[in-house]
């Protein structure tokens, strides 16, 4: 069977979060921390990514433990994540040729993105990246009542689609969340690292979206002749 769709994820994935949370970060502090701190940007930046933990610690918190740990006076969480939710999207920014990958690939495949997170900040993004014009289905958990890696929520595509997992590659940076996920209903998992090379329980990885062509093709091949 060849490979007809493709499902991915979005943060650290097609969305570059490091460098959009410190470009974010940079616009904050000159607005909310430096008028009022002297609180050293880098600081502000290194401090926040440790405690956001890849995301997976909901902001609120991680607000909360930054003004405690920098003594930020005059500063509440309520304005600092207020910011977060309408001005993140604006500062975001992809990885180098995910669009240009993206336009390639709906030419020989359906598209679809399932991702964790927040319905306000995951849907601004996309919209920011006008990233609505590859995906059907786009899949938020917080939408859906359903959150990576459970089997529901990835099989939701193929009934969308009519497909089986076989027919269906899932590409995420999580090796749980979106590799373990993908392959526990059958589907093939490729794991998108910017690292040259990682321990990962997934057989592909891409590291940057260049070498996403080749791979699909070895892909069909070995199905091919397996067939």
Not at 72 to 82: A, I, K, R, W, Y
Not at 142 to 165: C, D, M, Q, T, Y
Not at 181 to 191: H, K, P, W, Y
Request: charged residues 20%; aromatic residues 8%; contains cysteine.
């Amino acid at each position: 069977m060849t490979i007809s769709a493709v499902l991915f994820d979005l943060d650290g994935t097609l969305l570059d979060r490091t460098t959009s949370l410190r470009r974010f970060l940079a616009v904050q502090h000159a607005k909310r921390i430096a008028p009022r701190s002297t609180c050293p940007l880098d600081l502000y930046q290194h401090l926040f990514l440790a405690l956001d933990q890849n995301g997976h610690v909901w902001k609120d918190i991680v607000y909360q433990q930054l003004i405690v740990h920098l003594h930020l006076e005059g500063v509440t969480v309520s304005e600092l994540l207020h910011d977060y939710v309408s001005e993140f999207a604006k500062t975001s920014v992809l990885f180098p040729e995910a669009r240009h990958m993206l336009e390639q690939l709906r030419v020989s495949c359906r598209l679809g993105l399932i991702t964790n997170g927040r319905s306000d900040v995951q849907r601004a993004v996309i919209n920011h990246h006008q990233l609505q014009t590859f995906f059907d289905p786009i899949l938020i958990s917080e939408e859906v009542g359903l959150s990576k890696p459970n089997p529901e929520l990835f099989l939701r595509p193929l009934i969308h689609w009519e497909l089986a997992p076989e027919n269906v590659l899932y590409i995420g940076d999580h090796p749980l969340h979106d590799i373990q996920g993908a392959e526990a209903v059958g589907m093939t998992g490729i794991l998108k690292t910017d690292h040259p090379v990682v321990a990962s329980p997934s057989s592909y990885t891409v590291n940057d979206w260049s070498e996403l062509e080749p791979l699909l093709i070895q892909l069909n091949l070995e199905r091919r002749s397996r067939s």
